[in-house]
């Protein structure tokens, strides 16, 4: 395994291929020892992961919550409510105290795009990117392509449609980074309004029509629409939006027979997909992403602290 | 709905159709609602039964891209019955109908309402245009999806300008999705707010607001610029200034999805035809000056206007009997479509086929619609027409219910002899 070539995990942008493959095996060996039972707490033991979460979140959150636990680091959950960091300061001041506490690993989640940058700029710990503004969430592009991986046996040369509110999506942009590195054929698919300017140079074909961006599919991808979405006009209506861009055994019969269907939770039924498709055991592998988000993040915590040990020495 | 009419001969006519550029003397066969064939000498058919134009002129029913109907919500104005009547008079067999009614057509069910009723006069296709925005108020575009899959030919809030930059750039990107387009009223509605007449002398003698004609412009040049970046398609309705027209102009020259249409009154009057405060002469946007005029008819002959449209507004008497400030605006024009379009063929600015492209194929081609064409196959939509025949414009005596014509007085050449929809005659 080749060291990791990164302090801390901010972005997959940029990321080589090499790197992914090398995060996804391990974590692959994670998933199978959570399925044995076991764990391995002597890895981080002694270090301190804290979770910084300036946005709401339960999932993810919960997720390196238990992966720093099964790997024996002392976990923190630090939830700082939104109305208090408004401020550029306040986040450098968290830092400062971050750094008085001796804190070993930084997960963080923040909602404006480049504040975990910022912030590892600051921290002595490594700083993992739990989802920042519009701009990336590598863990779950990670375990996504860890599920992808498993389900189909490879990454290479699989089409994946990425499917609804690509415009604000942080999944999106992370997973179109780890698909094109991987080799994989990217799309994302939805209306004008939620794709956002100059994505095709990003590397993806755009589609504004499902049944055209899901022909022969090997994996689809749906994502959250926020409400706020709809109040700030970018869609006229949830009917409309789940008429046209919502996922429903029609629109999945153009992907391939033996397409697998992902989201990022939490779900919206009845507005992006129907619940007859997102609780196909056949079809959806949404509760297998939960698992491999435990995978991920073992394997995430497990590569930036081996990273720490060996800057150490040096 | 209607029984499938007898077999129709045509014979003696002039057939003109702009389309393929057809001007030769012959036939034309109607069967089954459809044309048939047509062409120097057809035989006759046993049970056809035959219509000598005697030398006048065939041509395709005009396709008017633009009308405001009574319907629904303002009744006492006019009924999609009357404007059928007028609009058969008027030779127009297909006409698209504005979405700010009462209530505005933002929901399916409203949209299939007016198609309905449409259908029933059995002789006008109306073919409602989808609210842009929800209730035509300009902020959250309607549900584009669902109107189109309910008939809605394209979106547009009717007389109102979608005066929000950040709501035209969603609509335009958003009608992508659905291969359609966005129909503005262009003009500022913050330099237009509380003006009546275009800003100038004549508006300053008289005391009325202005409203001043770079209002057009700006609009225009905004939404250009929002189609460059949405790549989404743009069409102005009742373009009436030269400056707006040379922008129009020039992004069809840099490859933009920008179409236009312009309607009679700003080809045919100026600002001088409110004198005396004639309200029938006060319309959205307001007549402009002789210059401007001028450029509409230039623009009209080098192709950069796409289409000529009635811009028909019905309004009672009592709408138009007040001071020119409170007077609604607005004028109708089914009946008057063709023949103050004739007077720019007469007065030597347009060709016969240009003038009928204007108003058939051309406005057709842009809508979609397989109409406005002579062709085999396509429906036999036909209107007769003698283009010297001279009639005059008389308000009070104008068919349908709405009176207020700013042409009223006008002498004209060129009169519909008869319509045909779908091979069934509708007038004359």
């Known amino acids: ?314 | 709905m209607h029984d499938t009419p007898r077999d129709t001969l045509f014979i003696n006519a002039r057939l003109l159709d702009p389309a393929s550029g057809l001007d030769a003397p012959g036939s034309l066969l109607v069967s089954r609602g459809v044309i048939a064939d047509h062409g120097g000498a057809l035989g006759n058919p046993e049970a056809a039964e035959t219509v000598d134009c005697g030398g006048a002129v065939l041509a395709p029913g005009l396709v008017d891209m633009r009308a405001a109907l009574g319907e629904p919500g303002a009744e006492y104005r006019e009924t999609i019955e009357s404007a059928a009547l007028a609009a058969a008079a008027g030779g127009i067999t297909t006409l698209c109908a504005l979405p700010d009614t009462q209530p505005a057509l933002d929901d399916a069910a409203l949209l299939q309402f007016i198609l309905r009723r449409g259908e029933a006069t059995g002789s006008l296709s109306i073919l409602p245009y989808g609210a842009a925005t929800k209730g035509c108020a300009g902020q959250e575009i309607s549900e584009y999806g669902l109107l189109r899959e309910a008939g809605a030919i394209a979106f547009s809030d009717g007389r109102h300008a979608i005066g929000s930059a950040r709501t035209m750039r969603i609509a335009l990107s958003y009608a992508r999705a659905f291969g359609s387009f966005v129909v503005q009223h262009p003009e500022e509605p913050s330099l237009a707010r509380g003006g009546v007449a275009t800003e100038g002398e004549l508006a300053t003698r008289l005391g009325l607001a202005g409203i001043p004609p770079a209002a057009e412009a700006i609009m225009v040049a905004r939404d250009i610029a929002l189609a460059r970046i949405t790549g989404g398609h743009v069409h102005f309705a009742h373009v009436s200034t030269g400056a707006a027209l040379d922008l129009i102009r020039a992004a069809k020259a840099e490859g933009l999805r920008v179409t236009c249409d312009t309607a009679p009154p700003y080809f045919d009057l100026n600002e001088t035809a409110i004198g005396d405060f004639r309200t029938y002469a006060k319309l959205s946007p307001p007549l402009r000056r002789e210059a401007d005029r001028l450029a509409v008819v230039a623009a009209l002959a080098d192709g950069t206007i796409d289409a000529i449209a009635s811009d028909h507004q019905p309004a009672d008497a009592d709408d138009k009997r007040l001071p020119f400030a409170q007077a609604s605006a607005g004028g109708t024009g089914l009946a008057t479509l063709l023949g103050i379009t004739l007077s720019r063929v007469h007065g030597g600015d347009l060709t016969l086929l240009q003038a009928l492209a204007l108003l058939t194929c051309r406005p057709a081609a842009l809508l979609g619609l397989p109409v406005g064409r002579l062709e085999r196959g396509a429906p036999a939509d036909l209107l007769l027409l003698d283009p010297e025949r001279a009639w005059k414009v008389e308000a009070g005596k104008l068919p349908g219910k709405a009176q207020n014509s700013p042409f009223d007085g006008r002498a004209l050449e060129g009169r519909v002899l008869g319509t045909w929809k779908a091979g069934r005659r509708v007038f004359g």
Not at chain 1, 80 to 108: F, P, R
Not at chain 1, 140 to 157: C, F, H, S, V, Y
Not at chain 1, 191 to 211: Q, S, Y
Not at chain 1, 220 to 232: I, N, P, S
């Open chain 1, 1 to 314: 395994m080749l060291p990791f070539p990164h302090r801390h995990l901010l972005a997959l942008q940029g990321l080589e291929p090499p790197y992914i493959a090398d995060l996804l095996d391990l974590a692959e060996s994670y998933a199978l020892l959570n399925r044995s039972g076991k764990t391995q707490r002597d890895l981080l033991k002694g270090q301190t992961l804290i979770n910084l979460f300036f946005e709401d979140s339960t999932r993810t959150r919960t997720s390196f919550e238990l992966a720093g636990k099964r790997l024996g680091a002392d976990v923190i959950n630090m939830s700082v409510s939104q109305s208090s960091v408004n401020k550029g300061e306040t986040l450098l001041d968290t830092a400062s105290t971050l750094n008085a506490m001796h804190c070993d690993l930084l997960v963080v989640r923040h909602a404006q795009s480049g504040a975990p940058a910022l912030l590892s700029q600051k921290v002595d710990a490594a700083v993992i990117n739990a989802g920042d503004g519009t701009h990336e969430h590598p863990t779950q592009a990670l375990l996504d392509a860890l599920t992808i991986r498993r389900r189909k046996g490879r990454l290479e040369n699989l089409t994946v449609a990425i499917c609804g509110d690509v415009l604000h999506s942080r999944v999106a942009r992370s997973n179109i980074h780890l698909l094109s590195a991987m080799n994989c054929r990217v799309r994302v698919v939805g209306p004008p309004t939620l794709i956002p300017a100059e994505a095709a140079r990003m590397g993806v074909e755009v589609f504004h029509d499902m049944k055209a961006g899901l022909r022969d599919a090997d994996v689809v991808m749906m994502l959250r629409l926020q409400k706020e979405r709809m109040a700030g006009g970018l869609v006229p209506s949830a009917r409309e939006f789940f008429r046209f861009y919502g996922l429903d055994a029609a629109k999945l019969a153009h992907a391939r027979p033996d397409a697998i269907v992902m989201h990022p939770g939490p779900m919206n039924r009845g507005v992006e997909i129907d619940s007859a498709i997102a609780d196909d055991p056949a079809r959806s592998v949404i509760g297998e992403q939960v698992e491999m988000g435990v995978a991920v993040r073992m394997a995430v915590l497990d590569i930036l602290s081996r990273n720490m040990r060996r800057n150490a020495r040096l």
